[in-house]
């Protein structure tokens, strides 16, 4: 692990491997522990470098209301730093919603994106989408982050023969800042990306489980929203795709990294 100390505080991370810099954003409530099949198989390839988001893992906890752009221009700042740009950016879920952010404010740091179970928005625009979330930070406000971690931890794998990816996640849900989790949860509600997002001349590769929380003709219909973007669903999976299916999910970003790398020399 390595840190780097940035305007925000100290971001952790990890780097392996040698070429084209692809940066691996994760998830709300995750680390980038949960990128491990996709930093051992990359790394053969190219530069992996995985971030610790601002409130997760071990970097800097979250002690105050942050807004997703604030979240992403971290990840602005974390790039610039290191002098990777362009880079290739894979995000999940919320770490999707941060490489829609960098599309919509610092394209010219991205290469090409890809965005796994994500979306470029969360509008709050019907109850449903307003219980869910109510419901979420209730459950950590009166039952704390283990009872949340049990939760999620059953619907993300809900097989009986993933019972040890349900408690490996559990453990690192729980074991999360509870501070730190809910101002980054209170980021998201209400977020968007677009327009400016769709506006950006960046190839982008749209990853969905076909179990997703939320259904392929949703990732259909934002689709046609962004500019150069393509969908390429995962059989099997639900929404933890880099741990639920991690070989099929390398094999795509093999193949769009491969594809969007400049050439030898360059």
Request: net charge neutral; proline share 8%; glycine share 8%.
């Amino acid at each position: 692990m390595d840190y780097l100390d940035l305007p925000n505080g100290r971001f952790a991370y990890i780097r392996q491997g040698q070429g084209c810099p692809v940066l691996l954003l994760h998830g709300l409530g995750s680390s980038l522990l949960d990128w491990q099949p996709q930093i051992e198989h990359l790394a053969r390839h190219c530069q992996v470098l995985a971030l610790d988001v601002r409130g997760h893992g071990q970097s800097e906890p979250l002690r105050a209301p942050v807004s997703m752009a604030e979240l992403a221009g971290d990840v602005a700042d974390f790039i610039r730093a290191l002098r990777i740009e362009p880079c290739i950016v894979v995000g999940i879920s919320m770490g999707g919603m941060l490489t829609f952010q960098l599309l919509a404010d610092s394209p010219e740091l991205v290469r090409a994106a890809a965005v796994v179970n994500s979306a470029p928005s969360f509008p709050l625009d019907s109850w449903r989408m307003r219980a869910q979330v109510w419901l979420r930070l209730g459950l950590v406000r009166l039952l704390g982050l283990p009872a949340l971690a049990r939760m999620l931890a059953g619907k993300l794998f809900p097989k009986p023969e993933q019972q040890a990816l349900r408690e490996l996640v559990a453990e690192r849900i729980a074991g999360n800042d509870r501070t730190s989790y809910l101002h980054a949860m209170r980021a998201i509600p209400g977020w968007s990306a677009l327009p400016a997002a769709g506006r950006a001349e960046v190839p982008l590769l749209v990853v969905a489980g076909d179990r997703d929380y939320t259904p392929l003709a949703y990732k259909r219909a934002y689709l046609g929203q962004l500019r150069h973007a393509r969908l390429e669903v995962v059989a099997d999976s639900g929404h933890a795709t880099p741990l639920d299916q991690p070989q099929q999910l390398n094999r795509l970003l093999q193949a769009f990294i491969a594809e969007h790398s400049p050439p030898i020399g360059a």
